[in-house]
C-alpha cells in the first residue's frame, strides 16, 4: 500500500523525470505502481498512465480532456465537483502544490473511488509555468465501514494493552473517530 509520505515521493520523482526529460517522461512514469498524469499549463491532458484508465473506469482523451481523468468528482461530503475547480486546476492556477485534499471520482458505471491527489505544478528552466503532474492515490478500501470497525478495535485492544493513561486515552479516541467515520460511511 503506498502511503502519504511515499505518495509525495513518487510525485516530486515524477516531477523531476518529467523535467529533466520532457521528450522521455512516459517510461518513468508508467514505472509507477499508481494513478499519475501530466497537463500542460492551461491543464489540458499530455499524458496518463494505465493505472490512470483502471482508477478512472475510462480512457481519457489526450489534448481533449482537462484537469483529471475521472469522469466526475465529489468532495468526501458528495458535493459536485467541477473539473474546472478540482486540486490540479487550483494547483497550475495557484503555481503551488496542493495537499491534505481528499475526493471521491464517480465511473461511467456508476462506481466511486475515494482518491488523494497530489497535483504539483511543473516550471520551465525560466521559472515558468510548464503544466503539472498528479499523483492519484487510492484510497477507497481505507473508507470502508468494514476497514474502519476494524481499525476501531484494534486502537480498544492496544489501548486496553498499554499502562499509559495518555496513551490509553489517545487511543480510544482514535477508536471512536474510526466508529464515527464507520457510521458515516454505512449511510
Not at 98 to 116: H, K, L, Q, S
Amino acid at each position: 500500500m503506498i502511503n502519504d509520505q511515499t505518495a509525495c515521493h513518487l510525485v516530486e520523482t515524477a516531477a523531476d523525470a518529467v523535467q529533466a526529460n520532457w521528450s522521455g517522461f512516459g517510461d518513468a512514469l508508467d514505472a509507477i505502481p499508481a494513478a499519475i498524469y501530466v497537463t500542460a499549463n492551461d491543464g489540458t491532458l499530455i499524458y496518463f498512465n494505465q493505472a490512470c484508465v483502471d482508477m478512472a473506469g475510462r480512457t481519457p482523451e489526450l489534448g481533449v480532456d482537462k484537469w483529471c481523468v475521472t469522469w466526475k468528482i465529489y468532495t468526501p461530503e458528495g458535493e459536485y465537483l467541477p473539473h474546472d475547480e478540482c486540486p490540479m486546476a487550483v494547483a497550475i492556477r495557484e503555481a503551488k502544490s496542493v495537499r491534505g485534499v481528499e475526493a471521491i471520482a464517480e465511473r461511467p458505471d456508476g462506481t466511486r473511488v475515494n482518491f488523494v491527489p497530489y497535483p504539483t505544478p511543473l516550471f520551465d528552466g525560466a521559472g515558468n509555468l510548464a503544466g503539472a503532474v498528479n499523483l492519484l492515490l487510492d484510497v477507497t478500501e481505507q473508507r470502508r465501514p468494514e476497514y474502519l470497525k476494524n481499525q476501531a478495535e484494534q486502537c480498544r485492544q492496544l489501548a486496553a494493552s498499554v499502562d499509559d493513561l495518555s496513551t490509553a486515552e489517545t487511543l480510544a479516541l482514535m477508536a471512536a473517530k474510526y466508529d464515527a467515520q464507520s457510521l458515516r460511511q454505512a449511510n
